[in-house]
């Protein structure tokens, strides 16, 4: 069993950064993909990126991509999301998520373990 503990989340200005850990729980998390997805008032949860267990592929959403980076450190079963150049509309409550990995790091479906979810507010 694997436990997901999400942090690093608060309010920010526009273009400020902040950096979001995922802490992970069990031997087994450092074998594991890791994706963050976020869920904003009223909307969908939705993808932002993945990073796979030994941090060598990583993916993100277009809106994110050049702004928000992935890293992993597994000898500190811990997962790091740094997003700048922060937007208003980042605002979301960010979830960390883990599975075994597949062709499609995108589909929540693929991850078996989740976060409780840390809260991200962006002013303008």
């Known amino acids: 069993q694997v436990q997901l503990e999400e942090s690093g989340g608060g309010l920010a200005q526009a273009g400020a950064s902040l950096r979001l850990s995922c802490a992970g729980s069990?031997?087994?998390?450092?074998?594991?993909?890791v994706g963050w997805f976020r869920q904003a008032p009223g909307k969908g949860r939705e993808f932002v990126g993945h990073?796979?267990?030994?941090?060598?592929?990583?993916t993100y959403r277009r809106s994110v991509k050049g702004r928000f980076t992935i890293t992993r450190d597994n000898a500190k079963n811990t997962v790091y999301l740094q997003m700048n150049n922060l937007r208003p509309d980042d605002t979301a409550v960010y979830y960390c998520?883990?599975?075994?990995?597949?062709?499609?790091?995108?589909?929540?479906?693929?991850?078996?373990?989740w976060g409780q979810g840390t809260q991200v507010t962006v002013s303008s």
């Open positions: 990073i796979s267990w030994n941090g060598g592929s990583t």
């Open positions: 069990g031997r087994a998390f450092s074998s594991l993909s």
């Open positions: 998520a883990a599975g075994r990995g597949s062709d499609y790091p995108a589909g929540e479906t693929e991850y078996d373990y």
